[in-house]
């Protein structure tokens, strides 16, 4: 009370308050958070909730490009919409309407994060409208391609490129999975390709029971002493080479994509296609892109190739 006496009027007061104003620099504290320390801060959490190594270097890639646009330092709270709709629309002008929306998409968890942590008031992305994605035929291979492929990495015994291609061509498992797992995710004896909660998109555990003709190629490289990652860190070179050795008519993701068409076509329920595949999109819109784009017969014929 005297040191409070010996102030003058406006410092008293302010000492007066001082709780109060404490309380009130501690609430706008969070305002003042940087767009990289809430990035940092989400991934962190992400980790720790157990998200999968394959969400982590998705999120990280969209934030990184996002934060070299707008700066690290900016605060979150001084983000507007037009700043993030010139990102989305104007910086990536270029890029196909679905990567528009997936960038949309991860930033608006990121926004949604900032809300729930109190950084920000509102997330700017929901004022933000999304680009209309027009339906484009999924690009299949041919099971005569598919052959040619699977001939080739056998007789140059490529078993590492044979089995990922196994993998995602008649069990549906995204690439990025596959080039994760280790032989003993092969459960041959129980005609089980696993794919742990580590390696699967969104921590999804499954194990995806291997098609006959699927487990006819794996039998080939089967060896028990076979221990560590199926292929090595450089997966995406030997794919990549491998399939400009055949010189068959590939675009990326064909071969899942083809999975997906060929195993509709023969008659598979959309319920066992979607959880092959670990899709965690909608099923109305994975049956209207992938049925009807390839025959029966093709389908049967995908579904038959052997050693």
Excluded at 29 to 42: I, Q
Aim: charged share 25%; with cysteine; glycine share 4%.
């Amino acid at each position: 009370m005297e040191e409070r006496n010996k102030t003058p009027l406006p410092i008293g007061e302010l000492w007066d308050r001082k709780a109060e104003i404490l309380y009130n620099l501690e609430r706008l504290r969070p305002v003042k958070t940087s767009l990289t320390d809430v990035a940092t801060e989400f991934l962190a959490e992400k980790k720790q909730i157990g998200r999968s190594h394959l969400y982590d270097s998705t999120m990280r890639y969209s934030f990184g490009h996002f934060i070299k646009y707008i700066g690290g330092e900016r605060r979150m709270g001084d983000i507007s919409r037009q700043e993030i709709s010139d990102y989305i629309y104007v910086q990536n002008k270029h890029v196909r309407p679905i990567t528009k929306r997936n960038l949309l998409t991860n930033l608006s968890v990121l926004f949604n994060f900032a809300v729930r942590r109190d950084y920000v008031v509102e997330n700017p992305l929901v004022k933000i409208d999304r680009p209309t994605v027009p339906f484009v035929k999924p690009h299949v291979l041919s099971p005569s391609d598919f052959e040619k492929l699977l001939q080739k990495c056998f007789v140059k015994n490529w078993h590492d490129r044979l089995v990922l291609f196994v993998l995602v061509g008649f069990c549906g498992i995204r690439v990025e999975e596959a080039s994760k797992l280790r032989w003993s995710n092969l459960q041959l004896h129980r005609k089980v390709a696993e794919v742990p909660d580590t390696v699967a998109k969104k921590s999804a555990f499954r194990n995806n029971v291997i098609p006959p003709n699927a487990m006819e190629w794996l039998r080939t490289v089967e060896d028990k002493r076979r221990t560590g990652p199926i292929i090595g860190k450089n997966w995406r070179t030997l794919l990549r080479s491998a399939i400009r050795f055949c010189d068959v008519d590939y675009q990326k993701n064909c071969i899942r994509h083809s999975f997906c068409s060929y195993a509709l076509a023969v008659g598979w329920s959309l319920a066992d296609v979607i959880s092959y595949m670990g899709h965690g999109g909608s099923p109305t819109m994975v049956f209207s892109h992938y049925r009807n784009v390839v025959s029966v017969e093709d389908g049967k014929r995908w579904f038959s190739i052997v050693p």
